[in-house]
Every structure is written in C-alpha cells, then in structure tokens.
C-alpha cells in the first residue's frame, strides 16, 4: 500500500489493513500472460473473501460493503492484478442486490462470491450513448423470454456465466418506458459473443441476440422498470470508474518514482533534476487532488447520501484527468524507453484514455456537475 493511500482521510484502520493486504498479494503473485482477467487469480482472491465483498453472507459472500468492494477495485488497479472483469461484475452485483429475486441472489451472488464473473449490455450500434434509443427487443413466448437485437461495448461478456441485457418489454411514447433487464446465460443458443480490439487493450465486444430464449424468472426486478434500474447504479458506476483511473494513476506514478530514483545521467539519479522534480510535483499534486475527490464520493456513496450524482461526477472527471496526466508524466519521466512497445508505459496511457471516455468524459462530467450545482 503506498503511503498516500495509507493516509487518506476517512478509512478505518480495519479498511488500511485490508487495503495492505491487497496490496502485498499484487506484489507477491506473480501473473503471467497478457489476459486482464485471469480465472485462477480471481478464483484466489475469491478463496480470502475478496470477491463477495458487498455480498452478504447468507450468499457466500464476506458482507462488505460497496466503499470495501471499490477500495479492493482501487488497490488491484495499482497492483495490476488481473482482474479486470471484476469493476464490471461489481456493477451488475450492485443492480442483483437492488433488485433481484431470492431465487437469483442465491445462484448468482454466490457464484461470484466463488470467483465468477457477470457482464451488462447496455450500449447498441445505431443509438451511440442514447441507451433510451435501444431495439433490442425480449418478448413472451411460452413462458419464455425471446430476445433478438445486437449490443456493443460490452465489457468483458465472454467471461461471464450471465449477461444482464437492458431490453424493450413494451412499446411507448415515452422512451424511457417499456424498458427491462433480462439475465442471459453466455452459452445460450443463438447468443453470439464477437471479441472488439481496443485502444486500451481491455476485453469487450459485440453482442447477437438471435431469437435467445431464457426462462421469465430471468427478468431482474419489475417488467418495464429497467431505465429507473439502470439509472439507480450508473452513479455508483461512474464511482467504480473513478477508483479504477486512481488506481491505475497511483501505479505509473510509483513507476515514474522508482525509475527517476535509479535511472542514472551525468554520474547522478535523474530525479535530482530539477526539471524531473517538478514533473512528479505536478503530478503527486493531481494525484492527492484526485484521491480526495475519489473517497468523498466512496464515501458517498456507501452512504447513499443525497449529493452522490454531484460528487459522482466530481470524482469521474477529476481522477480522469489526473490518470491521464499521470500515464502521460510516465512516459515522459521515463525518456526514450518510455516509447517503446515493450515498456508497458504506452499501455497504460491507452487504458488510461479508454476510462477516461467510458460513462462520459471529464468534460460531460464537469457540465453534469455545473448543472447539479446550479451554475
């Protein structure tokens, strides 16, 4: 655990401890491969309680809390652990909690308390970031569900054991009526799964719906209730993007740290240069703004507190632009090796400007944020 987070205001000694832990464990495994997600890595951290955290125990999960389950999302970031699947099954654990079944909590909360993965498909090719805009269709038939459509951008899905498809039920004036969430096991038949290469290197891809049909009790929460459940997490998402850019932003600038300490020019380390002292400054600056904005809206949002869409956005944009800044200082600290394919500086840098564009750029989220506060 790095120093500044070990400081950070608002966590318990409990929560520090817990935070050292990960931490140590990054550091001590070692993950080879180039797979952001790798199964026996989450099958590990499952085994230490790490996975069901915000899943209570009569689930087989550890009771946690959402602030717990960001703050493991944060450290495994800086770590580079791979499991990168997990920010997005934490989403989707989120919406089960909120609104599923009995009957689902039991199968699904304990499947990832285990190590399992969960996807959501929101995103469609012809209505961009409008999700009221969406055609995929899930009708009744037989006592099923018949779902035809397509989804993009759907992170990590050919991990998951379900897919959370955000569908229309109905039809109605009223786009953000109509709207539902049905649960879509990845090896149903007429469900394809198509791998898009990405900028940052993160695993998404494009989703058919061909004629998928799944039981009714595969419906999450109330048919035609599926904007009010989406919109119900998309706060705590921008949250978990946030911690994730922190994360990552804390890694490079430990990076940029070390190599200026041992990177040697002129008989001397090059961080006793001036113009490399200010680099780190600057950035160290961005990065302590940045974990300020971010706990507050942890806490926030572990709180449900009634300013969580402010501040949500407040931590979206801010550590988005401080991990920006900090992949791009790395590259610079680190000279001309910074540039080349086989230091993994260009790669965070990529990862860096993929988060920071998904669930709005830090220039919508400053916008967003003027308006809540009635600028």
């Known amino acids: 655990m790095s120093v500044a987070t070990a400081a950070a205001d608002g966590l318990t000694d409990e929560q520090r401890q817990f935070v050292a832990a990960i931490g140590d464990f990054c550091e001590r495994e070692t993950f080879a491969g180039d797979d952001p997600h790798q199964e026996e890595v989450a099958a590990r951290m499952a085994e230490l309680g790490w996975y069901g955290l915000q899943i209570d125990e009569e689930y087989g999960g550890s009771g946690g809390s959402f602030l717990d389950a960001t703050l493991f999302l944060e450290e495994t970031a800086r770590g580079q652990a791979p499991v990168g699947a997990y920010g997005v099954t934490l989403i989707v654990t989120g919406a089960l909690n909120r609104f599923g079944s009995e009957e689902q909590k039991r199968e699904l909360l304990g499947r990832v308390a285990r190590g399992g993965a969960l996807a959501i498909a929101m995103s469609e090719p012809d209505a961009g970031s409008d999700v009221a805009a969406l055609k995929t269709r899930a009708r009744r038939e037989d006592g099923e569900w018949v779902l ?216 919508y989220h400053r916008e967003l944020l003027a308006q809540r506060i009635g600028l």
Not at 184 to 193: A, D, K, L, N
Request: charged share 20%; with cysteine.
């Open 148 to 363: 035809d459509g397509a989804k993009m951008w759907c992170s990590y899905a050919h991990k998951a054991s379900q897919v959370l498809i955000v569908c229309r039920t109905s039809e109605s004036e009223d786009r953000h009526r109509g709207m539902s969430m049905v649960l879509v096991p990845r090896e149903s038949e007429g469900f394809t799964i198509t791998p898009i290469k990405t900028l940052g290197g993160e695993e998404t891809n494009e989703l058919h719906l061909d004629g998928v049909r799944v039981p009714e009790e595969n419906l999450l929460g109330s048919e035609g209730n599926g904007w009010t459940q989406l919109m119900a997490g998309l706060n705590f998402e921008r949250v978990i993007l946030a911690a994730t850019a922190l994360g990552m932003a804390q890694r490079t600038f430990d990076d940029a740290l070390a190599y200026a300490k041992e990177r040697r020019q002129f008989g001397r380390p090059i961080g006793s240069f001036q113009a490399i002292k200010h680099i780190l400054a600057d950035v160290l600056l961005e990065l302590e703004s940045a974990r300020a904005a971010a706990y507050f809206a942890l806490l926030a949002a572990a709180d449900d507190a009634p300013d969580l869409p402010a501040v949500a956005s407040l931590a979206k944009a801010f550590c988005s632009d401080a991990c920006l800044a900090a992949t791009t200082q790395n590259i610079q600290v680190h000279g001309g090796i910074g540039f080349t394919w086989e230091h993994p500086a260009h790669l965070y840098l990529k990862r860096a400007k993929t988060a920071a564009l998904m669930l709005g750029d830090p220039a």
